[in-house]
Antibody
Framework: EVQVVESGGDLVQPGGSLRLSCAAS????????WNWVRQAPGKGLEWVSV???????HNADSVKGRFAISRDSSKNTLYLQMSSLRAEDTAIYYC??????????WGQGTLVTVSS | QTVVTQEPSLTVSPGGTVTLTCASS?????????PNWFQQKAGQPPRPLIY???NKHSWTPARFSGSLLGGKAALTLSGVQPEDEADYYC??????????FGGGTKLTVL
């Protein structure tokens, strides 16, 4: 059975850092394309970051230079390292697999709140 | 900055048919944008419905279909059910690994 579980969300002060995790079972993080997508309270979906099977990464302009996507093959886990956090980064963060130009498996999300 | 535009809201009667569209500020949406469609209900993660323009996931009900229509990506619901009331989002792929979600359509079944 496929399972995707995000964790690491928390309340953090502006300017702070946080690392999110996404543990996958039934799927292989290192051999697929994986993304982070976020949703601010009451707002729409926003694509954040992608990592390809060969390791190449790409970020949305809104997080460029502040967020970094990575993975640990031994733990079959995806990460999002977030720094210089701002109030507008407050959102539920989802990880999602991208297979054959389709986002198929998503986690339930983890909430990040940036506030003093 | 690339913007993807959807109808903010639509209303459909039970049993009816409705088409949601997804337009790109860069021009006509093509199969090279690999349109995806997602359904989201309150408090839940997005549920994938359509990928790569027309393809359905194994869990996608038959009443949902994807297409290209007049330079836009389209999601058509035929024989709408009350449980189809939800927010719907499209996603387009662009060169340079960029992906952009549309702003979402709130579908009311009334």
């Amino acid at each position: 059975e496929v399972q995707v579980v995000e964790s690491g969300g928390d309340l953090v002060q502006p300017g702070g850092s946080l690392r999110l995790s996404c543990a996958a079972s039934g799927l292989t993080v290192s051999s697929d394309v994986w993304n982070w997508v976020r949703q601010a309270p009451g707002k729409g979906l926003e694509w954040v970051s992608v990592i390809y099977s060969e390791g190449r990464t790409h970020n949305a302009d809104s997080v460029k230079g502040r967020f970094a996507i990575s993975r640990d093959s031994s733990k079959n886990t995806l990460y999002l390292q977030m720094s210089s956090l701002r109030a507008e980064d407050t959102a539920i963060y989802y990880c999602a697999r991208d297979a054959d130009w389709g986002y198929d498996y998503w986690g339930q999300g983890t909430l990040v709140t940036v506030s003093s | 900055q690339t913007v993807v535009t959807q109808e903010p809201s639509l209303t459909v009667s039970p049993g009816g048919t409705v088409t949601l569209t997804c337009a790109s500020s860069t021009g006509a949406v093509t199969r090279n944008n690999h349109p995806n469609w997602f359904q989201q209900k309150a408090g839940q993660p997005p549920r994938p419905l359509i990928y790569d323009t027309i393809n359905k996931h194994s869990w996608t009900p038959a009443r949902f279909s994807g297409s290209l229509l007049g330079g836009k990506a389209a999601l058509t619901l035929s024989g709408v059910q009350p449980e189809d009331e939800a927010d719907y989002y499209c996603l387009l792929f662009y060169g340079g690994a960029q992906r952009v979600f549309g702003g979402g359509t709130k579908l009311t079944v009334l």
